[in-house]
């Protein structure tokens, strides 16, 4: 879908490739593909096609929430290396890794999977006066609660929730939302 190769790493010494997965290993296979076909990249790092390649930002977030290293990344040994690469010491041929940073096969859909973005609060309404009116409602996330309140930045949403904490009245579902927990509720 994507590839960028980062100027800082000398030009194609650190590439990034987003893909849209179709099948299980499909991010293994194009972490093969470009260490096997580009002598000029030491590292690979593959990412799904809601990440942008070009935002050091989104990939970070991608290598920290998406990313585990003792079953993501890939080392191999004795591949053809562009000497310009000082960590060579001269050697014609190197290591190479490749970082997977794409999501389980399947698991694209579910919400804690999401890349996040922040709320868009211009021009919100309230449509609750309270955080427990709006979550008798029906369950929410925090976005939406701080956008069914009106909310300038969310702060009295935190305070609310913690009091409905406190008082044991609190409860999330599978999938993250805040739900009320009394018996007033489905919960």
Known sequence: VA????????GLFNTR???RQRVPGEARNAIAAVL????????????????????????????ATRFQPDRDVIVQEGF??????????????GAKAGFDLTLPFGKRDRVDMTVSVPPDLDNVTA?????????????????ELVASLGSDDGREV??????????GRLAREEEGQYRLSDSTTNG
């Open 127 to 143: 449509r609750f006066q309270t955080v427990e009116d709006a979550l008798a409602d029906g369950a929410k996330s925090f976005g």
């Open 36 to 63: 096997g076909s580009i002598a000029d990249t030491k590292n690979v790092f593959v990412v799904d096609d809601d990440v942008d390649v070009t935002s050091d930002s989104q990939m970070d977030w991608a290598m």
């Open 80 to 93: 053809r290396i562009i000497p310009l690469d000082p960590s060579l010491e001269g050697a014609r041929t």
């Open 158 to 167: 935190v305070r609310a929730l913690d009091v409905l904490r406190t008082a």
């Open 3 to 10: 590839v960028c190769a980062t100027a800082s790493s000398g």
């Open 17 to 19: 490739v987003a893909i």
